[in-house]
């Protein structure tokens, strides 16, 4: 563990636990906007039918143990093999779906879109006429808060998703090759996430709610989706 790589390296019992305290504290804020966004996401899919709050404590104590049987190894399997399999072929499908059924950023983004309506003699169904700030440049303190969140994200080498990786990596090829992955991995799913934002913004305005599940509850009222999506389930 990491705490293990302090201890060796200064044989320090309160470095060591200062060192835990660390790394701890923040993974229970990340893990709290995870649970939290599962449960939005529960919530929504569901249309209320499902309790959000109990559904997502039972996923977290499944996770839990299936990680004490299987260790650290089974983590990875599953990572690799059944999560970021679902997930990139999701982002990856996303793209295609909201341009076929939406039009893309042309279908929905500019004045005069596709998806236009007049609802009481306003136009509405466009980015530009829901929120057309979305459209303009960052305000200088939204440019600050970017570059804040930049320099922020040179400590992510120290997050523990990273430094477990860097003590299980069978060789200095495999930890490089994981990390290539990982960064590329976020080039693939952004434009395909950027196009499910802003579908959101122009198709469902009103609708309270995560993004992704928000749009996937749209998506699920597709009938054919919705066999494809039980099919691969």
């Known amino acids: 563990s ?9 044989n320090s019992s309160l470095l060591t636990v200062l060192n835990a305290v660390c ?12 649970v939290s966004s599962l449960k939005n996401t529960i919530d929504v899919v569901s249309e209320g039918q499902i309790d959000g709050r109990y559904a997502s404590c039972v996923f977290c ?9 299987g260790g650290l190894k089974s983590v990875a399997y599953t990572d690799v093999l059944v999560q970021s399999t679902i997930m990139l072929t999701t982002f ?5 779906v909201c341009t ?3 039009g893309g950023f042309n279908g929905v983004v500019p004045e005069n879109c596709s998806q236009m309506y007049i609802q009481d003699g306003v136009p509405r169904g466009c980015v530009a ?7 303009e440049g960052p305000s200088m303190p939204e440019s600050l808060g970017m570059l804040s969140f930049l320099l922020l994200f040179t400590s992510f080498p120290m997050n523990p998703h990273m430094l477990q990786r860097c003590y299980c990596a069978a060789t200095d090829a495999a930890l490089r090759n994981t990390v290539i992955g990982l960064y590329l991995t976020v080039f693939v799913v952004l434009i395909p996430s950027v196009l499910l934002g802003m579908t959101r913004v122009a198709v469902e305005p009103d609708t309270a709610g995560s993004t992704f599940g928000v749009m996937m509850s749209r998506l699920l009222e597709e ?3 919705s066999s494809a999506f039980s099919a691969v389930s």
């Open 2 to 10: 990491p705490g293990h790589f302090i201890l060796d390296r200064y």
């Open 23 to 34: 790394l701890v504290v923040p993974q229970i804020m990340y893990i709290t906007v995870q």
């Open 61 to 69: 104590a499944l996770i839990l143990f299936y990680e004490v049987l």
């Open 92 to 96: 990856l499908c996303m793209g295609p």
């Open 100 to 102: 076929y059924l939406y």
């Open 129 to 135: 006429y829901e929120n057309p700030a979305l459209l």
């Open 223 to 225: 009938g054919w989706l």
